[in-house]
């Protein structure tokens, strides 16, 4: 047995100020990258001063994170900049001074550019596919810097712009799902190919030094797409199948609270499984939020298939960890004590991730202390407990 060890994340995205579908837009926020990792850099402090523990920071490239203009492969790109972004020489010289966090994701998205409704690596257009496949590759490059400086910098790939889209119901296509079914869809094939493509000029370039690539999918219906991993099952699926093209462990399971609720699966649940499977790597992601209606498990494991139709869409809440309905609550702590098992188990930190949506709180620094203070808590009483049952 080890001594369970606890790291936190937060998502960038939601904490700079953007039109959302819901709650206040204007109710907080920051307008820079640089305004935003001041704040967690104080927050940081308190954290340190109280708890020995502080908060690392995820970025996407283009939206908090710029692509270097100098770099021949994604240049051209730059041009998709988002002004509030920050670079990555900045980012780590702030981190180096103690006026930044740590670096915390590498995330190359396929959302928020021109084009970018059609998908990433599924984007009929070959020029695209190129440039998801050159942004992967940067991300490694990036990813093994940023480790060598100390700081975590995974990379995570997000399904969510590689979705089956929508578009096949309104055009009169109900494909049929399931879980013998999705590894044969194009949209599973063009993905594994894209991954691997670039996994494999990664490490060719000798980019690949103690990188891991998390797979974050996104089970549950969205607006826009339902994803090919369309639940836990088919998530094991893709990264065995990514791990045995690469020949090596390099894909791992970054679950979502929201999205495997939204596919009718407790998270406790899809991370036990992906434990079982041995493609758990420590990393969740526990925003708070309800429990799907529609079990995607059964529709996927029925004979023949399932239409696509017949899975509901569904949006996440994203509340923070320890907020919502207690049966949500109760999710978040069996999942944290889940997590300090393991990492007694295995001597590796589990790391818990979530997002600030600035246009819930007035004081959404606040919240997150309070939210970062709560997971805390759970961990080290969960801790505490293991301890106790093991002397």
């Known amino acids: 047995m080890h001594k369970p060890v606890l790291k936190l994340l937060v998502g960038s995205w939601h904490m700079l100020k953007q039109i959302m579908a819901f709650g206040n837009p204007t109710a907080g926020g920051f307008t ?14 308190v954290l340190l001063a109280k708890y020995g523990i502080t908060i690392a920071v995820s970025a996407h490239w283009w939206h908090e994170l710029c692509v270097p203009t100098e770099d021949t492969q994604v240049g051209k790109s730059a041009k998709w900049n988002n002004p509030r972004a920050i670079s990555l020489d900045e980012w780590m010289e702030g981190a180096d001074a103690g006026s930044y966090p740590r670096i915390g994701r590498i995330i190359p998205p396929g959302f928020g550019l021109p084009g970018s409704d059609y998908g990433a690596f599924i984007n009929p257009d070959p020029e695209r596919r ?29 399904t969510g712009p590689d979705g089956i889209r929508w578009g096949r119901v309104i055009s009169g296509d109900n494909v049929l799902l399931g879980h013998d079914l999705n590894p044969q869809l194009e949209e599973w094939r063009t993905i594994i190919d894209g ?29 826009c797409y339902i994803d090919v991993f369309t639940d836990t099952t088919l998530e094991i699926k893709g990264i065995n199948e990514i791990n045995t093209r690469y020949g090596g462990h390099i894909a791992q399971w ?16 899809a991370m036990n499984q992906a434990i079982s499977a041995n493609v758990f790597g420590g990393r969740i992601h526990l925003n708070s939020g309800g429990l799907g209606g529609v079990n995607f498990t059964k529709l996927l494991s029925v004979e023949g298939g399932t239409p696509i139709g017949d899975f509901p869409q569904y949006v996440d809440n994203d509340f923070l960890p320890g907020q919502g309905l207690p049966e949500w609550v109760e999710d978040q702590v069996a999942t944290i004590r889940a997590g300090v098992s393991w990492s007694a188990m295995t001597g590796l930190p589990l790391e818990v991730e979530f997002d600030a949506r600035f246009c819930r709180h007035g004081d959404t620094i606040g919240e997150l202390l309070k939210s970062s203070e709560w997971v805390i808590g759970v961990f080290n009483d969960a801790a505490g407990a293991l301890e106790t049952t093991a002397a």
């Open 32 to 45: 820079t990258m640089k305004e935003a990792l001041a704040a967690i850099a104080a927050l940081n402090e």
């Open 195 to 223: 991954l691997s493509g670039a996994l494999a000029d990664a490490l060719k370039f000798g980019f690949i030094d103690g990188s891991n690539l998390l797979i974050e999918g996104k089970p549950a219906g969205d607006p």
């Open 254 to 269: 970054q679950g979502e609270f929201c999205h495997s609720r939204g596919s009718g699966q407790k998270f406790v649940d």
């Open 130 to 158: 190129q440039l998801a496949h050159d942004m992967m590759v940067l991300s490694f490059m990036a990813s093994r810097r940023v480790k060598m400086e100390g700081h975590e910098g995974s990379v995570i790939y997000w």
